[in-house]
């Protein structure tokens, strides 16, 4: 009988420690913010955040939360996910988006934000819990992670999305290493592009044979990277100081990066058109950028040269 209410008693000690032990490895603390979009004069209501694990298993984030904030660091609102999303692969992502989002982007969200008309293109923040903040335009409030100089200090362009750029360790997967704890230096204007949880990630691994990480693109020089064309482009030579460029990729996500002569490679869209430019020759540059990061390896050049009207 003594060993019966020893055994029992040794269970009931093991069944209360297992209730009271500390809860396994974070299942949502590997995320950060991958994409903000405020809304666009023509349908201000049709904000969305979107988030990026990192790594696999970080789709427990039912009752955890997106915090937005003002331009001077009040709370504006806070928007929990209503239960776990299924899917927890690494470089999973998931949407908390407004009801005009998801009509304006064809999706279904993971989860509301709500209510609308909290994002401003002007200036604000947006939270991962106290995991990740992005701040931008004429921010100046504080945040309960850093988030640095804000991105698009003039604001988030009109029908604009901010993107976290994902180039520093593998170009081509979000990795902890993307996260500078500087908007400014992390995120960039594009188009908008919400992916939720739905849709199986399409970034890929840095990790060559042997497990080492690669650097760039390790799938060969054009293999599974955008192309870009140039759709059009000023003459040879032309009497036009500021030319326009119009170019686009063969794949439909794709954001562009453009330089001209020396400068570097900078966020840019369709149509592009220079500034004042010197008399003489000039060289412009456009690569396509896709959802996962992929740069376009070889991208479309055009040589012209500027001559006075009339030469």
Wanted: glycine share 10%.
């Amino acid at each position: 009988m003594g060993s019966w209410r020893f055994g029992l008693a040794s269970a009931l000690t093991a069944l209360i420690g297992l209730l009271l032990a500390p809860a396994a490895g974070a299942t949502f603390h590997e995320v950060k913010v991958r994409e903000v979009y405020p809304g666009s004069a023509a349908a201000p209501a049709a904000e969305y955040v979107e988030l990026q694990a990192w790594a696999s298993g970080q789709n427990h984030v039912g009752g955890h939360f997106v915090r937005t904030y003002d331009a001077t660091g009040n709370v504006v609102a806070t928007s929990p996910f209503p239960a776990d999303v299924p899917l927890g692969a690494n470089q999973m992502t998931m949407v908390l988006a407004t009801p005009e989002a998801e009509s304006a982007f064809g999706i279904v969200a993971d989860g509301p934000l709500a209510p609308s008309g909290q994002l401003s293109p002007a200036g604000g923040a947006v939270c991962w819990e106290t995991i990740d903040c992005v701040a931008w335009g004429n921010f100046s409030g504080s945040l309960p992670n850093p988030a640095g100089s804000p991105a698009a200090p003039s604001g988030i362009p009109d029908g604009m999305a901010l993107r976290r750029v994902i180039d520093a360790n593998c170009a081509t997967a979000l990795d902890p290493t993307d996260d500078h704890d500087s908007s400014l230096a992390d995120f960039a204007a594009v188009f908008p592009g919400p992916r939720p949880n739905s849709v199986a990630p399409t970034e890929l691994s840095c990790a060559v044979p042997g497990g080492s990480p690669a650097s760039g693109n390790p799938y060969g020089p054009s293999e599974g990277t955008p192309q870009t064309t140039l759709k059009r482009k000023p003459p040879k030579r032309t009497g036009d100081r500021t030319p326009t460029f119009r170019f686009g990729a063969d794949e439909a996500m794709a954001r562009f990066q453009c330089k001209l002569d020396k400068t570097a490679f900078r966020t840019c869209r369709s149509p592009f058109t220079t500034k004042r430019l010197a008399f003489g020759s000039h060289t412009f540059k456009v690569r396509a950028v896709d959802s996962g990061g992929r740069i376009d390896p070889s991208p479309a050049s055009y040589r012209f040269r500027v001559i006075p009207k009339g030469g």
